[in-house]
């Protein structure tokens, strides 16, 4: 078992790490990480059904993919996450119970009272601390489980805040939970790197062949190369999700009332109709045909209209405002 150092906070470059660790490191491995800012969704989810644009956008918070199914999740720094990669039996490799058992160990000799509750999270006096996931590769499983250890819960609730209205679509959608950050129930005080080294010292004792490992200049070059072509993409973070409906009514002071409706399909739009009880000078399906074709992304819609007068077709219409209706 190697016990992969982490000291980057990049979401980008850690999850691509475990990718890497999954198909490229052949030893079973376990990991301690922390990202800075982020929402990090599910496989199968639509990105942008599951996150408050504009307050990502306002607090620069970054939304990267993972490998793994479920729902979307608020990191901070004050929230730890944990991976196993291991390799076994095809049939035995799902196994929720047996990668968080050592986190709930942990715990309880801290006096905390914690349980495995539902599928996969773990809770203490009933309010959620930890959602995990799992993706399967070959004969390989990642497990990996996000630990609210000190998170700002403000944060957490406003970046996951969205309208449920404005989408429709098959993809999976994230179920919210009460949660609870793990240091509002230690009886002494602990930062979360404490926490972390505890944890640690845990697995080390689990696995009498624990030994760390530091990911050499070479794997860094491979893991960057994966940031590159794949974590830090618009195609795999927004592009990738499930096809869907897009609908938002946009009321402007001076505009009046404005109702987007997209059709988009692999981050493209395919269909936009445009309603409202605007004035304008020209008519909208000018702007709707210049919108067929165009990723569902600020720049991208940005750079196709900027040759427009907005308020030709929407009085005093400003771009912002066009694209606050898009979001």
């Not at 990502?56 to 490998?67: E, F, M, S, T």
């Not at 509750?117 to 399967?136: C, P, V, W």
């Not at 449920?164 to 609870?180: N, Q």
């Not at 794997?219 to 590159?228: A, G, M, S, T, Y």
Request: glycine share 6%; no cysteine; charged share 25%.
């Amino acid at each position: 078992m190697l016990i992969i150092k982490r000291h980057n906070t990049d979401p980008y470059f850690n999850l691509a790490t475990e990718e890497y660790a999954l198909k490229e490191i052949a030893d079973d491995s376990f990991m301690l990480w922390r990202n800075a800012p982020s929402i990090i969704v599910g496989k199968h989810q639509n990105t942008l059904a599951e996150i408050n644009v504009e307050y990502v956008k306002q607090n620069n918070i970054h939304v990267v993919r993972r490998l793994s199914g479920g729902g979307a999740v608020f990191h901070d720094l004050g929230n730890l996450n944990f991976t196993f990669i291991q390799t076994g039996q095809s049939d035995l490799l799902v196994d929720f119970r047996k990668f968080t058992q050592p986190i709930l160990d942990v715990l309880l000799k801290l006096g905390i009272d914690a349980r495995f509750e539902g599928r996969n999270d773990l809770t203490i006096s009933g309010k959620k601390f930890s959602g995990n996931a799992e993706h399967i590769w070959k004969n390989r499983v990642l497990h990996h489980g996000t630990l609210l250890f000190s998170s700002k819960m403000a944060d957490l609730s406003q970046a996951l805040n969205v309208d449920p209205l404005k989408f429709k679509d098959k993809a999976v959608k994230s179920v919210r939970s009460r949660v609870s950050n793990i240091s509002e129930h230690l009886k002494g005080p602990m930062d979360v790197m404490n926490f972390s080294d505890l944890i640690q010292e845990h697995i080390i004792t689990m696995y009498p062949d624990a030994k760390a490992y530091d990911l050499s200049d070479e794997d860094h070059q491979k893991i960057n190369e994966l940031v590159r072509l794949k974590y830090s993409t618009w195609e795999w973070n927004f592009g990738y999700s499930p096809n869907y409906n897009f609908k938002k009514i946009l009321r402007t002071e001076k505009s009046g009332t404005i109702e987007f409706d997209l059709d988009v399909k692999n981050g493209t739009i395919l269909h936009i109709k445009i309603f409202g009880d605007y004035f304008s000078k020209f008519d909208t399906e000018e702007l709707e045909e210049a919108l067929i074709g165009v990723p569902h992304e600020e720049s991208a819609i940005r750079k196709a209209l900027e040759r427009f007068d907005l308020g030709d077709y929407f009085s005093n219409l400003t771009m912002e405002e066009f694209l606050k209706g898009v979001f």
